[in-house]
């Protein structure tokens, strides 16, 4: 080891060896550290029971209306009847089905479309128009036609949620790909790669770190498409039923439904934060 | 070998959409094998379109490129690069970044070299963190990896775009003795391009001083120093002389365009 750091006369940024003996400052350090992490998850617990109670007792004591406002117990109440009527699992299903095949869907054909795009300059030239305005195009827009085209309900809304991941999951990963580093690519050059090659150990590795941010916003922007997709038509699913509870003025059930959404989306979320995790070791 | 690599009245041609822009005129130098050459200029002559030239990444408008007599053509792997920053793939273990040439040339399965791999590493004191994220490295023993990435495909000739201006100064002092060190070991020719005058002196058998764009050949200098080392040389009581031959050569040029 000691021959390693003679020539350079610099420290290594890492340590071979953990430290054992700690100094006070350091214990003291730490402790702030830990000090910081349990306030901040308790001032997160802490807003939201806030919120729910401050909801709660606005909501018993009829400061807001609980017919439009509902309130937790009633939504906690509309979610133990819907799990009581089972059917909730169906609606819970058939959205998370929809969600997920639409998200990989999106995802692959559009990593698959954004290396077609880098593999051929002229072809990302031809369709650069045709993305810039399918981007800023607002996908719900072409939900009528989708119905008729892929018919109601299960296939529309996969259809709606690839529409709305696709555009940005092409844009953003083709991005990736053209802002690799020149000088990588004269490197790979020299050593004679083939353009599959400097695809294979180069663009894609490389852009492995805009390809897990595709996959976090896509998990926003398919939910989006898939309540979207719901409203439209649907005859199930958690988008349904909150049309459904609108239409029947159940607005218990809208917010019950809402939440169920907000953990599903959630699940998924943290799914792909471990995901990224793993990437990273 | 006198003469391994030789530049014959070399010129190239930049496109551009308003106008042509000549690059390299009437170029003419050699450079000896197991010598390293230094190519200094004032910035924006030209010197790495020289050394895309020569690793046949470009082609000459007219002239020809010789390295060991034969032409160079595209893609004939005689040439290893080395860039400015040490462009290892943060993804890949040292080792595996030390074995994507092999990788690229299908010969990662060749014991041979492999051997030669886990060799070059022990030599240079970086078998230890084989396995390691060149993240986990210091600068200079990256730029030590890459120059052992470069060496595993044995090029014929070592091209180096100033491949210390990414590091601090002390470091760089330190990096330049070392990859000197190397290269010298390897017994390899070197082309380095580079604006640091007593970098360049350091290192090199000899200079060929360029001038504005386009370049052409305005001195070339052969240096003998009693030093060994490129810090010794900076020592050396010759080298003062040398910078200011080459200084003068430099910015003679430069008053007469100014």
Redesign the interface.
Known sequence: ?A??LK????????KTKKQVNFSQAHKKYIKRLKQEKILVVFLQIFILALLLGLWELLAHFEVIDPFFFSSPSRVIKCIASLIAGGEIWMHMGISLAETVIGFIVATLLGAIIAILLWWSERARKVSQPYLVILNSLPKIALGPMIIFWVGSGFSATVVMCVLICIVITIISLLNAFTSC?Q??I????????SKF?ILR??IL??A?PEFVSVLKINVGMSWVGTVMGEYISSSAGLGYLINYGKSMLNLDLVMASIILLSILAGGMYFLVNLFEKRKQQ | MENFLQFNSVSYFYQTKDNEIQAVKDLTFSVNENQFASIVGPSGCGKTTILSLTAGLLTPSTGEILIGNEKVGKHDGKVGYMFQRDHLFEWRTIWQNITLGLEIQKKNKDPKKLARAEELLKKYDLYNFRNKKPRQLSGGMRQRVALIRTLMLEPQLLLLDEPFSALDFQTRLLVCDDVYDIIKREQKTALLVSHDISEALSMSDRIIVLSSRPACTKQVVDLSFEGKTPLLKREDKEFGRYFETIWRSLTNENQKTS
């Open positions: 080891m021959g390693i020539p350079f006369g610099e420290v290594l940024p890492m580093d000088d990588k004269l490197l790979m050059q020299s050593m004679h790669a090659q150990k180069l590795p490389n492995i």
